[in-house]
């Protein structure tokens, strides 16, 4: 049994949880509102304030699904009403973002300033060193982070790049000398 699959959901108040056919959800919340289609196989219930899923058979898919669908459904209440963010730090001499509108300019050494637009639903700040992308999908902020990310991943020899703030570099010792 998958011990993620079988745990109830719990929906706060101001929450609103629509299950329409073939399992498309729309979450409703104070911060706004996300749909999904989820796998049709599971079988999703509403019991007042809680939601729980529940397998047909234990088919490897089916399986599979079973925690995945739970932790999609979770994620969506969680965005709704808390919302995500992931913060990114920049370090390296002269490498500087900054924030014109709605476009995040990022220098990093190259011989052109990187200009990224915010997609749609996400925004991001810029406190010193700091890039901080929030929004209410949990995929959206993961990807738009890693985009940032990817445009100077952080090298292992002085550290330089934008790296995650939890993220830890292993540092590589550089060249000796011959004597």
Do not use: C, F, W
Not at 19 to 39: H, Q
Not at 60 to 75: D, M, S, V, Y
């Amino acid at each position: 049994m998958s011990r993620i699959g079988k745990m109830p959901i719990a929906v706060p108040a101001g929450v609103t949880v629509d299950i329409a056919e073939n399992n498309k959800v729309t979450v409703k919340g104070p911060k706004g509102e996300l749909s999904r289609a989820l796998a049709p196989e599971m079988e999703i219930k509403q019991d007042g304030d809680t939601i729980t899923v529940s397998r047909p058979n234990d088919l490897k898919r089916n399986r599979a699904l079973h925690g995945l669908t739970r932790t999609l459904l979770n994620n969506m209440i969680i965005g709704v009403t808390e919302g995500y963010t992931k913060t990114l730090e920049v370090n390296g001499v002269g490498y500087r973002a900054a924030k014109q509108g709605k476009k995040l300019v990022l220098n990093l050494g190259y011989s052109h300033p990187i200009e990224m637009e915010d997609p749609e639903g996400l925004e991001t700040k810029v406190e010193e060193n700091k890039i901080v992308v929030s929004g209410i999908d949990k995929e959206k902020v993961g990807q738009y982070a890693a985009e940032i990310r990817s445009t100077r991943a952080p090298e292992p020899y002085k550290g330089k790049g934008i790296k995650y703030d939890y993220e830890v570099i292993r540092r590589k010792v550089g060249k000796t000398g011959k004597k």
